[in-house]
């Protein structure tokens, strides 16, 4: 690449702070190539986010068969899905259309990939397994569902401390529901359906954040839409930037290979498992740390 092309390539990335080994070899170059010919033929991100969401649930019904290669083959399927959910979001950074109803878009698209993945699965196994395959499924899909929504809010706050409140992502369920009390149900019932979902999803990670919560608060009745002190910011960040390896295994990649292996070994029920003792173990740990990081700090706003 030209000194300008890896300009371009370095803006259509995240922080570096939050970026995936994985990702930075596969996902982003594959992606940016996407997102180029994306921006070049006029696609907007949530375009490519719901060819993505089409091919994601598509993989799960491969996983339907216990037929190794046809698994396989769902395997390529749900990683060409994850190459177009890295190109949307390089698309929008590269040129500047960023939306809620993007994020959110985003966020339903992995929701809809792993519950076709979970009723494939438990359709498969159901004849040797029984109705409890179906408990087993529902118990780490609700797991899944608990551990995405923090690795997403740790990163996020993450960003927060680092760039400061515009520099991430970070939504407020107060503000949210003000928002959402003005939309009709009558007037636009998809819009208002999109904004419950999205309301319940920020106040999930709120209620499990609480200590994250106050000293968010005490920051912005402090600093208000200011930058955050670069003390302040270094200290959380040093103490932050460990754990972020945590949200990255609770996010995609690491997900996925479970996944495979689970599949590839003639075990799927494995991946549910995984889900429910070290997934979950990860998640305990990283908030405990993240909520003793948030009290500590605290005095020093």
Excluded at 158 to 184: C, I, P, T, W
Excluded at 266 to 280: A, C, D, H, I, K
Aim: positive net charge; contains cysteine.
């Amino acid at each position: 690449m030209t000194s300008e092309q890896n300009h371009r390539y370095g803006a259509s990335l995240k922080h570096s702070d939050t970026e995936e080994t994985i990702d930075l070899w596969f996902y982003r170059p594959v992606g940016y190539r996407v997102a180029l010919l994306g921006q070049r033929w006029g696609w907007s991100p949530n375009a490519i986010t719901i060819v993505g969401l089409f091919l994601g649930a598509f993989a799960g019904v491969l996983f339907y068969p216990s037929d190794w290669r046809i698994n396989l083959l769902g395997m390529v399927f749900l990683v060409v899905a994850d190459i177009c959910d890295s190109a949307d979001g390089q698309l929008a950074r590269l040129t500047g259309k960023f939306s809620r109803i993007g994020r959110i878009l985003d966020g339903a698209c992995g929701d809809v990939w792993f519950i076709s993945i979970y009723v494939c699965i438990c359709m498969r196994l159901t004849p040797s397994a029984g109705f409890w395959i179906w408990i087993l499924a529902a118990s780490g899909g609700y797991c899944h569902r608990v551990q995405a929504a923090l690795a997403d809010y740790y990163r996020n706050f993450h960003l927060f401390m680092v760039n400061g409140k515009r520099g991430s992502e970070l939504d407020d369920a107060d503000l949210l529901l003000e928002q959402y009390k003005k939309v009709s149900w009558r007037v636009s019932p998809l819009k208002k359906l999109i904004q419950w979902i999205y309301l319940g999803y920020t106040r999930l990670q709120e209620k499990l954040t609480p200590n994250l919560q106050f000293f968010r608060k005490r920051i912005l009745q402090t600093n208000g839409d200011a930058v955050i002190s670069p003390q302040l910011s270094e200290l959380f960040r040093q103490q932050s930037l460990p754990l972020l390896k945590f949200t990255n295994i609770l996010t995609f990649n690491w997900r996925a290979i479970t996944l495979f292996i689970s599949l590839m070994s003639g075990m799927p029920w494995l991946y549910f498992v995984v889900e429910l003792t070290v997934f979950n173990a990860m998640l305990f740990y990283m908030r405990q740390k993240y909520e003793h990081i948030a009290s500590t700090l605290l005095s020093k706003v």
